[in-house]
C-alpha cells in the first residue's frame, strides 16, 4: 500500500508518474519512489516523507526516459525507511517492481531465494517479486513470461508493475485481490491502483481481472490470461473525473469537508426513484439482508439497521467486513448483502463480497467512487456523490451514507418522495448546527486538550455516532476515546470515570432523553465532565451543544456534526494533521 502508477508514452515518463501519485496523497503514506528506463539504463530514486519533499530532494522529475513506474508506501511489512521504500530491485538493479498487498508466504520465498544467492536490502515482503523475475529470467525468458511465470508462486494480495532495462521499454503489471486498471490516452498507456491517477490523461479504461498480465509500451498494451493466452478486452470511457482540489481557504481538509456536508445531503438524493425503490423492493423480500463494512462505514450501516427495522419492519445484520467471511455459510441466494465502503476497494468489504456472490446473493454497494472493484462486482450500485473526500477520516461522505440507508428505508414503504424532502430540510439545519458550536467546540478543545481519555454514550439511533465520535477522535488527535450505548456504561466502563474524565452524552428531547439523562448523572456523580448534545439543556451539563429540534430519525445526521468538530479542533490544538494521520490510509486495500 497505498498507490502505484505507470507510464508509457511519448513523454517524458517522469512527471506523468509524480501527478498521478499526488493524485493519490490523499489516501496517507509515508515513503515514495519512482523508477524510469532511459537508454537502456534503469534510474531509480525514492525517500522517506512528503512527495513533495522527495521530488525537491532527489529532483524525481528531470529523471529521463519514456517509461516510469512510481509508488507511494503504507508500511505493513518493515519500519518507515529509505530502503523499505519502493520501487524494490533485484541484485544486479536491472529489475524494478513496485506493488500494493501482502505478500503471506514471502518469508518462505526469502529464505529458497537467499540459498540461491540473492541478497536483500529491505525487510518488505515486496522485495521477494523483483529477485523472482530475475530468477526466471535467467532463463532468457521475457518480463511478461517471467511475471505469469512468479505470479502463481505468490500467495496473498498483489498488485505490482514491473520493468527492467533488459530488452525494450516495457511495463508488465497483474493483480491478484488488488485493484490496477489500465488507461489509454493519446500517445499514452497507463497502469494504475486508481484511476483518479490518471484520469483526465487517458479517455479510456481497461479493469484488468485477477491473475490477467497486462504489458504495457509505448506504442500498444497487450493483455494475457494466466496460462500465456492472449485476451482482447473492450476499452470503457473513464466515469471517475479528476478535480484538482485545494483547501479553499480552509486550514485542512477535513474542516472544509465538515462545511460541505449540508452539500452533500442533498447530492445523495439525487438518486433515480424508479431504480431506488426496486433496489428497496429487493431488500425488504430478502429471506435475510446483512450489511458489511468497516471503521466509519459500518456505524453508518448500524444507524441504517436501525432505520430498517423503525421503517420498513425489516431487520437486518450488520457484520463488520473483516469478520463476515466466518459468516459465509449462512449466506444464500435469498440474501441480500449491502456493501458499504467509500473508495470501493476496501480488501475486507471486496472478499466478504466475493464470498457472498460464490453463495448466490444478491450484491448491493453503496460507494462514492464509480468504476471501483466493488462497483464491478455488484448487481446494484448506489452512488453517494459527494465529491472528492481529501482527508483520510471521513465526514462527508459518512452523512451521505445516513442519507442513503435514510432513503432505502423510506422506499420500501413506497415514501421515496418524503425522505427526499425530509433530507433535503436537513441541509439547513447541518449548516445550523455547525454555526452555533463551531468556534465554542474549538475554545473547549484548548480546556481538554490535556485529557488522555474521552467516553461517549448514545441510546437508540444514536448510538452508532457515540461510536463514530470516539472513532474520529482518535484517527486524527491519537487520544483514547471510546462509544457505547449508554445503558453499558455501568457495566463496567464506569470503574474508569474519575474527577475530570469526559464524556460525551447525545441526548436529544426524544424517546431516549430521560434514561440517557439518567446514564450521564451516574457519570457526574463520579466526577465527570458532562458534553451534552441536545436541543433541551439541563442543569448536569458542564458544556452544552446545542442542536436542533428535528425528527428522532434524523438525529444522527445532525448530532455527528459537532462530534467531527471536536475532533478536528482537538487534533489541531494538539498540533496533529487532522487529513493525514499517522499510521491510517484512506483507503484499506490489504486485509
Not at 471517475?240 to 485542512?252: H, L, N, S, V
Not at 421515496?416 to 454555526?435: C, H, L, N, W, Y
Not at 451534552?532 to 428535528?550: H, Q, T
Not at 459537532?562 to 482537538?570: F, T
Request: net charge neutral; glycine share 6%; with cysteine.
Amino acid at each position: 500500500m497505498c498507490g502505484i502508477i505507470g507510464y508509457c508514452g511519448n513523454k517524458t515518463a517522469a512527471p506523468m508518474v509524480i501527478e498521478g501519485l499526488k493524485r493519490v496523497e490523499y489516501r496517507g503514506y509515508d515513503s515514495a519512489g519512482i523508477a524510469t528506463l532511459n537508454n537502456g539504463n534503469l534510474l531509480l530514486c525514492k525517500g522517506v516523507g512528503k512527495l513533495g519533499e522527495i521530488e525537491s530532494r532527489y529532483h524525481l522529475s528531470k529523471m529521463l526516459g519514456n517509461t516510469a513506474i512510481g509508488h507511494t508506501r503504507w508500511a505493513t511489512h518493515g519500519g518507515v525507511t529509505q530502503a523499505n521504500a519502493h520501487p524494490h530491485c533485484d541484485c544486479n538493479a536491472t529489475i524494478a517492481v513496485v506493488h500494493n498487498g501482502i505478500i503471506d508466504n514471502y518469508q518462505e520465498l526469502r529464505k529458497q531465494l537467499s540459498t540461491n544467492g540473492h541478497h536483500f536490502t529491505s525487510e518488505t515482503d515486496t522485495e521477494v517479486i523483483p529477485h523472482l523475475i530475475e530468477e526466471e529470467m535467467k532463463n532468457n525468458c521475457s518480463l511478461e513470461e517471467a511475471v505469469l511465470a512468479v505470479a502463481p508462486k505468490l500467495k496473498g494480495s498483489y498488485a505490482f508493475l514491473a520493468t527492467s532495462s533488459r530488452g525494450a521499454d516495457k511495463i508488465v503489471g497483474t493483480r491478484k485481490d488488488s485493484p490496477l486498471a489500465i488507461g489509454l490516452g493519446d500517445g499514452a498507456f497507463f497502469a494504475a491502483s486508481d484511476v483518479l491517477a490518471f484520469s483526465g490523461k487517458a479517455d479510456k479504461l481497461m479493469p484488468l481481472a485477477d491473475t490477467e498480465v497486462a504489458v504495457l509500451t509505448k506504442d500498444n498494451v497487450e493483455f494475457y490470461d494466466a496460462t500465456g493466452k492472449k485476451l482482447h478486452k473492450k476499452p470503457r470511457n473513464i466515469r471517475a473525473k479528476w478535480r484538482d482540489t485545494d483547501k479553499q481557504g480552509y486550514d485542512y481538509f477535513m474542516l472544509k469537508e465538515i462545511m460541505e456536508q449540508p452539500e452533500a445531503l442533498e447530492a445523495a438524493v439525487r438518486q433515480d426513484k424508479e431504480a431506488f425503490t426496486e433496489i428497496a423492493m429487493d431488500i425488504l423480500r430478502a429471506g435475510q439482508v446483512i450489511v458489511t463494512a468497516c471503521g466509519t462505514s459500518r456505524y453508518a450501516a448500524l444507524v441504517g439497521r436501525y432505520l430498517f427495522s423503525k421503517v420498513g419492519r425489516k431487520f437486518c445484520d450488520v457484520v463488520m467486513a473483516s469478520e463476515f467471511h466466518y459468516f459465509a455459510e449462512s449466506v444464500d441466494r435469498n440474501t441480500v448483502v449491502l456493501a458499504v465502503s467509500q473508495s470501493g476497494e476496501t480488501a475486507d468489504v471486496l472478499e466478504g463480497v466475493k464470498r457472498a456472490r460464490d453463495q448466490k446473493a444478491m450484491i448491493v454497494s453503496i460507494v462514492n467512487r464509480p468504476q471501483s472493484q466493488l462497483a464491478d462486482m455488484s448487481d446494484h450500485v448506489i452512488y453517494l456523490n459527494c465529491g472528492p473526500e481529501q482527508c483520510v477520516a471521513a465526514t462527508k461522505s459518512f452523512l451521505s451514507q445516513l442519507a442513503i440507508f435514510y432513503l432505502l428505508s423510506f422506499s420500501m414503504v413506497n415514501s421515496f418522495d418524503k425522505a427526499v424532502k425530509d433530507i433535503k430540510g436537513m441541509k439547513s439545519k447541518v449548516a445550523r448546527t455547525i454555526e452555533w458550536n463551531n468556534e465554542r467546540l474549538k475554545q473547549l478543545s484548548e480546556r481538554l486538550k490535556e485529557k488522555h481519555d474521552f467516553y461517549y454514550i448514545a441510546r437508540g439511533i444514536n448510538f452508532a455516532i457515540a461510536s463514530e465520535g470516539a472513532l474520529k477522535l482518535k484517527e486524527v488527535s491519537y487520544v483514547h476515546a471510546e462509544g457505547m450505548p449508554a445503558g453499558e456504561l455501568k457495566h463496567g466502563t464506569l470503574a474508569l470515570i474519575e474527577q475530570g474524565t469526559p464524556v460525551a452524552v447525545i441526548c436529544p428531547d426524544d424517546y431516549s432523553y430521560h434514561e440517557t439523562m439518567s446514564n450521564a448523572i451516574e457519570a457526574k456523580s463520579r466526577g465527570a465532565y458532562i458534553i451534552a448534545l441536545s436541543d433541551r439543556k439541563n442543569e448536569i451539563f458542564d458544556f452544552w451543544v446545542k442542536i436542533p429540534k428535528v425528527n428522532e430519525l434524523l438525529y444522527p445526521m445532525i448530532t455527528v456534526v459537532p462530534l467531527q468538530l471536536l475532533a478536528y479542533h482537538m487534533a489541531v490544538s494538539l498540533g496533529k494533521d487532522p487529513d493525514k494521520p499517522r499510521n491510517l490510509a484512506k483507503s484499506v486495500t490489504v486485509k
